[in-house]
């Protein structure tokens, strides 16, 4: 049993854990790190990068890069391509509708465009090869929400995505009329 005189009689005082601004400063079990997630927003929806391969927290990871992204009721992300990187989508809430354009000159499916519609009502991973041209758009009540786990890390210095307008000519597809 032990003697209660070697008991604190208030209890333990905690210890600073945190600096003001949520910096993680106790002492952290050995092979552990912690890293802050930032989440960007624009007026489109959010971003928040979950693991990059950059990192030094992510060694050993076998996806080089994670992120969450997030779509607005209505809203359309892209046209973006990537010249170097597939994309590994996965549609995990609301409604979206992908859209997919081979602009690969020397591919057998080149100018064909296809729709994939997915979210949490049909979960899926979309696997988009370089040089396909590729956009998000929200089709649902609810902001939509996909993970994206590409096979190169986001190179902040010189990303590998190009951009194209909306309503672009150079590819042939109107969000104002989706095919079914």
Excluded at 3 to 31: E, R
Excluded at 49 to 68: D, F, I, R, T
Aim: glycine share 8%; aromatic share 6%; with cysteine.
């Amino acid at each position: 049993m032990a003697d209660s005189t070697s008991l604190p009689a208030v209890g333990l005082k905690d210890t600073q854990t945190a600096t003001p601004a949520g910096q993680v400063i106790s002492p952290m079990i050995d092979g552990v790190s912690v890293r802050s997630l930032t989440t960007l927003l624009d007026a489109r929806g959010e971003i928040c990068e979950l693991v990059s391969m950059a990192w030094p927290e992510a060694a050993g990871v076998s996806s080089p890069h994670v992120y969450l992204a997030s779509v607005r009721t209505g809203i359309v992300k892209g046209w973006i391509v990537h010249r170097l990187q597939t994309d590994r989508l996965s549609l995990v809430t609301g409604t979206l509708h992908v859209v997919l354009y081979d602009g690969r000159p020397d591919s057998p499916t080149f100018g064909t465009v296809r729709e994939v519609f997915g979210g949490d009502r049909a979960r899926m991973l979309v696997v988009i090869p370089p040089g396909v041209w590729h956009a998000v758009h929200n089709v649902g009540e609810t902001e939509g929400f996909y993970v994206n786990a590409p096979d190169l890390p986001y190179d902040h210095e010189n990303p590998d995505k190009c951009r194209l307008p909306i309503d672009t000519d150079r590819i042939p597809y109107s969000f104002d009329e989706p095919r079914r």
